[in-house]
């Protein structure tokens, strides 16, 4: 069955770097576009960015561009997301998410999330 366990949250202070990482199985990594997503205290869930299948298009909430990357590894079967110059509004859960397909922004997996505290 598909799984998407998401590890690498944490405590990180206000314009430090955290690491996300999303092992993915159950399913042909490669064949499949990816998400983060985050659910914060003041704005439920939002969508943060998507990459195709072979990673050449990546798309970010345009708030967060310049600040998050989105990447993965297909060889591994991991997403990740790096995180700089964070700031206390960062704070919340956040998700890896499979899309439906190579790129339709409908997701059909979701992960458990990791915790991420900006904080100092």
């Known amino acids: 069955q598909v799984q998407l366990v998401e590890s690498g949250g944490g405590l990180a202070q206000p314009g430090g770097s955290l690491r996300l990482s999303c092992a993915a199985s159950?399913?042909?990594?490669?064949?499949?576009?990816m998400s983060w997503a985050r659910q914060t205290p003041g704005k439920g869930l939002e969508w943060v960015a998507h990459?195709?299948?072979?990673?050449?298009?990546?798309y970010y909430e345009q708030s967060l561009a310049g600040r998050f990357t989105i990447s993965r590894d297909n060889a591994k079967n991991t997403l990740y997301l790096q995180m700089n110059s964070l700031k206390p509004e960062d704070t919340g859960l956040y998700y890896c998410?499979?899309?439906?397909?190579?790129?339709?922004?409908?997701?059909?997996?979701w992960g458990q999330g990791t915790q991420v505290t900006v904080s100092s």
């Open positions: 998410a499979k899309d439906r397909s190579r790129g339709t922004f409908e997701y059909d997996y």
């Open positions: 159950g399913f042909t990594f490669s064949h499949y576009a």
């Open positions: 990459i195709y299948t072979d990673g050449s298009d990546t």
